[in-house]
């Protein structure tokens, strides 16, 4: 089956400009959580989306939010960009109930200039 | 606040040499903890969970509630084993959910 889809794989933009990236999870999945990963800060969690509602949320500006749609694809919106912004940003789907079935795409990576 | 820490960003060891990447977490009740591992130019990826007790591709992984760790090991290193490795707590609150807090990842490189 298809893993964890992730659009686009890079992505330039400038300072003040707002970004979506996209993420298709695994068919029947309903859980879909997203990471930003920098060299600095590591893996740090933005928030989590399980049957079109936010479930969790990670210690993140308001510029940050997301949505996710009734196929359970899931969006993450980043507006006002600032350059600390420029990261990988994974996606992880799993079934649902717990952490022990994610699986992440490859990411988007974003720079801003 | 949960906390999780690998002391080392980068083991270098050579091909057949023992391996530990070390993990140490902050927590207070009974954990489930996590190994995910990222080779060059792959996605990232479970490589083995606390509550399996599996070994996967020669790794083991104890938990040690005492000295709230979670040592990766591998008796023998295999070129192959190069890779970023990241240890990994799942968010404890009552949400139900999908969170984890992950390490700062040590990287290793086995050399021939």
């Known amino acids: 089956k298809a893993g964890v889809t992730q659009t686009p794989r890079y992505l330039i933009k400038t300072r003040g400009q707002q970004v979506t990236l996209s993420c298709s999870p695994i068919?029947?999945?309903?859980?879909v959580s997203w990471y930003q990963q920098t060299p600095g800060q590591g893996l740090q969690f933005l928030f989590e989306?399980?049957?079109?509602?936010?479930?969790n949320k990670g210690n993140f500006p308001g510029r940050f939010s997301g949505r996710q749609f009734s196929n359970s694809r899931s969006e993450m919106n980043v507006s006002t960009l600032e350059l600390g912004d420029s990261a990988l940003y994974l996606c992880?789907?799993?079934?649902?109930?717990?952490?022990?079935?994610?699986?992440f795409g490859s990411g988007t990576r974003l720079t801003v200039v | 606040a949960q906390r999780v820490t690998q002391p080392e960003k980068l083991l270098s060891v050579f091909k057949g040499a023992p391996v530990e990447l070390k993990c140490n977490y902050s927590?207070?009740?009974?954990?489930?903890l996590f190994w995910y591992v990222q080779y060059s130019r792959q996605r990232l990826q479970l490589l083995l969970r606390?509550?399996s007790r599996e070994s996967i591709k020669g790794f083991t992984a104890d938990l040690n509630k005492g000295e709230t760790s979670f040592h990766l090991k591998k008796p023998f290193a295999q070129e192959e084993d190069s890779a970023m490795y990241y240890c990994?707590?799942?968010?404890?609150?009552?949400?139900?959910?999908?969170?984890?807090?992950f390490g700062g990842g040590t990287r290793l490189m086995v050399k021939p």
């Open positions: 927590y207070s009740g009974s954990p489930e």
């Open positions: 990994a707590l799942p968010f404890m609150n009552n949400n139900a959910g999908n969170m984890l807090t």
């Open positions: 992880a789907s799993s079934p649902g109930g717990n952490s022990y079935g994610y699986t």
């Open positions: 989306y399980f049957s079109e509602t936010q479930r």
């Open positions: 606390h509550i």
């Open positions: 068919s029947g999945h309903r859980s």
